[in-house]
């Protein structure tokens, strides 16, 4: 009795195992599937910038910053925290930005870029990342927000 259940499922799992359609070398190219995603760029999408991550007692984007880099240079703003997701704008050496989170090896910061550096200089919060916000979320407010790499931003108290 002990041997006879293994022997039973024995050919189920064989069964199991049996590809249904072979792939040949033969088959014309767009049958091939194995070859249909080479030709094609990897491509990783968009990631919004998370805001709120620090709870609901405190501002929506915790820390502010300013893009470190020279004068005639500028930092690229990206829509996911990767050097090939597409690219949503760009920041000007000095530009003042919201900080509201950061990539999971910390590479890559979620900011929140207000249209005038005025904004922040005088208090006027346009972006609406200054109040509280129930629980974490999407921004999907009125300002440019993306990602930009964690070197070349220096953390500022306004």
């Known amino acids: 009795m002990r041997y006879i259940l293994p022997l039973a499922i024995l050919p ?5 195992c ?7 070398a033969d088959q014309p190219e767009s049958d091939n599937i194995s070859d249909a995603s080479v030709d094609q760029p990897l491509s990783p999408g968009a990631r919004p910038v998370r805001i709120g991550e620090n709870g609901a007692n405190f ?7 300013v893009a470190t880099l020279a004068e005639d ?5 990206r829509a996911a925290p990767f050097d090939e997701a597409e690219a949503r704008g760009t920041l000007a050496a000095g530009q003042r930005m919201y900080i509201c989170t950061r990539s999971i090896d910390q590479r890559w910061l979620g900011v929140v870029i207000p249209a005038e550096n ?3 200089a005088t208090g006027e919060d346009r972006c609406g990342v200054e109040q509280r916000v129930e629980r974490p979320q999407a921004y999907s407010g ?3 927000s993306g990602w930009v790499p964690n070197a070349l931003v220096r953390l500022t108290a306004q």
């Open 18 to 24: 049996q590809s249904g359609t072979p792939i040949s």
């Open 118 to 120: 005025g904004d922040m």
């Open 142 to 144: 009125s300002c440019l």
């Open 59 to 65: 501002a929506a984007c915790g820390a502010r910053g």
């Open 12 to 16: 189920l799992c064989l069964s199991a």
């Open 73 to 77: 240079r500028r930092i690229t703003v």
